[in-house]
């Protein structure tokens, strides 16, 4: 049966499991839009495209599906870059469509051309300008298959307006088998020999510690990992993109490392004799000054990526493959090794004495206060009231540092944040495809006064569609991060940091058709809290005036080793340094 | 980091799809990571729809590692190879024109070109425009004897290789 590119574009989707788009429309993809009614898939028009590329990618980090997101020629295309970006950089499944000029008209500066492909090459896994119809199908299926096998990422699919209109033939049968694509084989399974050499090196460390990444949320290894650390009693440390393999409260779990990362995490990784690096990239926020970082560690490193190993740090066991596939095999190669070897736990558990101290004299800490709000308490807040259950966004700045502090997650895919590009703006349209992927949750944008005004406009899209996000605001009145660091490092030069003139976000919020709250004192932040969580029908915004000059800490000044924290005042005892 | 010390050239083969966008991603990896590439060269293999490239590039081994990992990345790439350290058939073409203004100039050229087995494949009153094949040693060497002439234009093609047969083996393992 012949149908139209954009017929075939729509029922392609379907085929792939596709229920929610994001997207905008305009005049090179009229084609598609005017299908999308006859389409079961159901389309949020998001109010900005940065919006609807950061609803996609929310949605697919809480749900582990593709998220799709649509967008027109020219300044819709360019409007979805940073949100693509930010999917691509943490690794998230992500198929755009843009519609573009018609073939002929291609490289003509025609009316609202860009070279979308070309300009986001860099940002994507790969990309696909369509230049005929009959290829359509093909590389719909193909866009699906790169962006959610191996390391996931971002497919762009480039459609010009003629190729949604002219017809082809469109065989479902077909597109039901498998994906070829001759020059894409992903290594999913480990090598056997790397993963019995790398079992014998945990049972035979003494100092060893888990170094847990994204990849380990992505592929679903969270369980066998923790198994693995209970087995064979490792102390277990994440990033800001694997904290939700770990419950928060688990015993062996440090909490985050790196530059906001605590005291236990980041002296165990420096003190380590080995680290088993999980989905995860020696980030430089995680490392800090890399030629000291972990200087007597040998290091395992287990990534499906093999540009990632050995990019940052040299590794002694590089096993390529998919976390879950190799955890797997290494979790029962542990094991054997751990009933082999009994005496080992009497080595270890000094270790886990030393760690354990650590954890208990330096504690994540801040200065309560009766007077004004404090930012952590806000989380800390967040957290009972949601019983450590809701899904949380965030923007990006202290808040997000302090999210990733104190909120304990409890399961996987539980926080969604944007850990490589650091995006401004992410927090509330990521909050909404979080929502929309898991309407069963309780869905927290955790945001700050800055970035909140990136990106609000989404407000109304959350309206729109009645999808009841909530929004918290840690309103400091400051770039608050920019502001730490001109405190620390530029000697309180504060410029261009102040929020001083602000909208006043309660009543801008109900401008837009949201619930506006705002909690100006500690006592009030509970009620509030409670309030905010009995509206199910419309979004809410709740203001927190928090104090102005809170700092986040530890803190590893940029260009210092990990274990050179600034370390919180603990009240009275003033600033110890790490030694 | 004493890394610039063994900084050398290395010579890497991809084999990739013949579309557009895949040679852009190659010489966009370059840039947006900070690689130099001495000379690239493009052409079709056996098979028309798969093309070969042959770049040189000069870095550590940390750094070709990189290179060589970030290539087999790109969707379209299917192998790549390191063959600096191969027993491989290595082949550059230059074209040269020279100043031959007289008799004992022409014949200065006329006795390199036929030590060098080059050719020369256009004459003018006062130009010769000699052909020269051969690995990079040599064409650099044969540059070197004829500058003195004079040169007026010039184009190299960059560095194309094939790994012997003797080696017993051919293009290499597959892309990871
Ligand atoms: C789009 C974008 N622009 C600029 C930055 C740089 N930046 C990082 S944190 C920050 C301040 C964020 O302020 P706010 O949202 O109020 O959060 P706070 O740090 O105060 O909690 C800025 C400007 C960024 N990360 N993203
Ligand atoms: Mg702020």
């Known amino acids: ?579 | 980091m004493d890394r610039k010390c063994d900084q050398r050239k290395h010579i890497i083969s991809v084999l990739v799809e013949n579309q557009p966008g895949a040679l852009a991603r190659i010489i966009e990896l370059f840039s947006s990571r900070g690689y130099n590439i001495e000379s690239l060269n493009v052409g079709h293999t056996e098979d028309p729809s798969i093309s070969r490239i042959t770049m040189v590039a000069k870095g550590d081994e940390h750094t070709i590692e990189q290179i060589v990992k970030q290539l087999r990345r790109i969707i379209d790439v299917f192998k790549v190879r390191d063959l600096t350290d191969k027993k491989k058939l290595d082949r550059e073409l230059l074209i040269v024109r020279v100043n031959v203004e007289t008799p004992e100039k022409k014949e200065e050229v006329m006795r390199l070109v036929e030590i060098f087995g080059a050719q020369v494949v256009d004459v003018s009153k006062d130009t010769y425009t000699v052909e020269l094949t051969g690995d990079e040693d040599q064409v650099d060497a044969f540059l070197e004897l004829i500058k003195p002439m004079g040169i007026r234009e010039m184009a190299r093609t960059g560095r194309v290789a094939m790994v012997r047969a003797l080696q017993g083996e051919t293009f290499g393992e597959q892309k990871e």
């Open chain 1, 1 to 579: 049966m012949k149908l139209s590119g954009a017929e075939i574009l729509l029922r392609a989707l379907e085929l792939e499991g596709v229920e929610k788009i994001f997207g905008y429309p305009g005049g090179a993809v009229l084609d598609i839009y005017d299908r999308l009614p006859f389409s079961p898939l159901k389309h949020y028009l998001t109010r900005h495209e940065q919006g609807a590329a950061h609803a996609a990618d929310g949605y697919a980090r809480v749900t582990g599906k593709v998220g799709v997101c649509f967008a027109t020629s020219g300044p819709g295309a360019t409007n979805l870059v940073t949100g693509l970006a930010t999917a691509q950089i943490d690794s998230v499944p992500v198929v755009a469509f843009t519609g573009n000029v018609p073939t002929f008209m291609i490289g003509n500066d025609a009316f609202q051309e860009v070279d979308t492909v070309g300009i986001t090459r860099p940002i994507t896994k790969h990309n696909f300008l369509v230049k005929d119809v009959k290829e359509l199908a093909d590389t719909v299926k193909k866009a699906f298959h790169i962006a959610r096998t191996g390391r996931p990422g971002v497919v762009l699919v480039d459609l010009p307006k003629d190729v949604t209109r002219e017809l082809a033939d469109f065989f479902e049968e077909e597109y039901k088998t498998p994906v070829q694509i001759r020059s894409y084989k992903p290594v999913l399974k480990g090598h056997p020999g790397q993963i019995k050499r790398a079992a014998k090196a945990i049972a035979s460390a003494e100092r060893p510690v888990l170094y847990i990444g994204g990849g380990v949320v992505s592929s679903g290894a969270s369980d066998l990992v923790v198994k693995m650390a209970e087995v064979a009693n490792i102390p277990m440390t994440a990033t800001l993109m694997g904290l939700t393999a770990v419950p928060g409260n688990h015993p062996f779990f440090l909490g985050m490392l790196g530059m906001h990362g605590t005291y236990a995490a980041n002296m165990a990784i420096q003190e380590s004799d080995l680290i088993i690096a999980i989905g995860a990239r020696f980030d430089d926020r995680v490392t800090g000054k890399l030629s000291e970082f972990a200087p007597n560690a040998k290091v395992i490193h287990i990534d499906i990526d093999s540009a990632e190993i050995g990019k940052n740090r040299h590794a002694d066991i590089p096993i390529v493959g998919d976390a879950k596939l190799v955890m797997e095999e290494l979790l029962p190669e542990v094991e054997k090794q751990v009933a082999k070897n009994r005496e080992f736990y009497a080595a270890r558990e000094k270790w886990i004495l030393k760690v354990r101290s650590w954890k208990e004299r330096y504690p994540l800490w801040y200065e309560p206060s009766d007077r004004v709000i404090k930012p952590q308490f806000v989380i800390e807040k967040i957290w009972e009231v949601t019983k450590g259950e809701a899904i949380i966004t965030t923007d990006v700045g202290q808040h997000q540092m302090w999210v990733a502090q104190y909120y304990r997650f409890r399961f996987p895919r539980q926080l969604v944040t944007s850990g490589g590009l650091g995006t401004m703006g992410f927090g509330v349209p990521a909050a909404i495809g979080a929502k929309v992927g898991r309407p069963d949750k309780t869905v927290f944008c955790i945001s700050g006064d800055g970035s909140f005004q990136m990106n609000m406009q989404e407000i109304v899209t959350a309206v729109h569609y009645n999808i009841p996000i909530k929004v918290a605001i840690i309103n400091n009145g400051f770039l608050g991060m920019v502001r730490q660091w001109q405190g620390i490092f530029y000697q309180k030069n504060y410029s261009q940091v102040h929020l001083d003139v602000q909208p006043d976000f309660v009543k801008l919020v109900e401008a837009m058709g949201g619930v506006g709250l705002r909690a100006t004192k500690p006592v009030e932040v509970e009620a509030v809290l409670k309030e905010a969580m009995a509206i199910d029908d419309r979004p809410v915004v709740i203001d927190f005036i928090v104090d102005r000059e809170e700092d986040v800490f530890p803190m590893v000044p940029p260009g210092g080793a990990l274990h050179e924290m600034i370390l919180p005042s603990y009240g009275k005892k003033k600033e110890k340094k790490a030694v």
